[in-house]
């Protein structure tokens, strides 16, 4: 997309070699747009709760948009 921002000043869109849609990138971008999906898997050993709140919040305060947690796993490890 970056070399796209760069060179054209319109940009199309094809899915499945049909044409979607046609415009300027930042139109396409506010439109289209659905953000980021940030995954993060940390080993059980060492991690404590006070690791994980710490990444969350670092995670919230670094990124200029709004951030939103969608899901959250803990899988116990057996002992």
């Not at 054209?8 to 979607?20: E, S």
């Not at 993060?40 to 006070?50: H, Y």
Request: a negative charge; one cysteine or more.
């Amino acid at each position: 997309m970056e070399e796209c921002e760069a060179l054209c000043n319109r940009l199309a869109i094809m899915v499945g070699g049909q044409f979607m849609c046609m415009g300027g990138i930042q139109y396409l971008k506010q439109k289209y747009g659905q953000g980021f999906t940030v995954m993060v898997k940390l080993r059980g050993g060492g991690t404590s709760e006070g690791t994980v709140k710490s990444l969350k919040y670092e995670i919230e305060n670094n990124f200029n948009t709004v951030c939103v947690l969608k899901d959250e796993h803990q899988v116990n490890e057996l002992p």
